[in-house]
Nanobody, 112 residues
Framework: HVQLVESVGGSVQAGGSLRLSCASS????????IGWFRQAPGKEREGVAV????????YYSDSVKGRFTISRDNAKNTLYLQMNSLKTEDTAVYYC??????WGQGTQVTVS
């Protein structure tokens, strides 16, 4: 059984940085990737970044490419999302996700 627990998000001014983490348990080869999604008020949930099991491949949405970096420490069972040059449009609830139906509880990121 997969469990995902995100760290507390936060509030930051535009141009600032924030790092999210997601502690996982139960991840196996049946979950070939793990990633971050976000949902802004009034919008659909969207994929932000995904990383494959051993970090051999990553995917970023166009809106965050070059600003966000996804990484994972398999020894610590932890996923990270380093967010730099934050914009107001990055404000959303961020979710950790593992295939195919596992979600964290979500953490609020507010950029003003």
């Amino acid at each position: 059984h997969v469990q995902l627990v995100e760290s507390v998000g936060g509030s930051v001014q535009a141009g600032g940085s924030l790092r999210l983490s997601c502690a996982s348990s139960g991840i196996t080869r049946a979950n070939p990737y793990i990633g971050w999604f976000r949902q802004a008020p009034g919008k659909e949930r969207e994929g932000v970044a995904v990383i494959w099991l051993h970090g051999e491949r990553t995917y970023y949405s166009d809106s965050v490419k070059g600003r966000f970096t996804i990484s994972r420490d398999n020894a610590k069972n932890t996923l990270y999302l380093q967010m730099n040059s934050l914009k107001t449009e990055d404000t959303a609830v961020y979710y950790c996700h593992a295939p195919y139906a596992y979600w964290g509880q979500g953490t609020q990121v507010t950029v003003s």
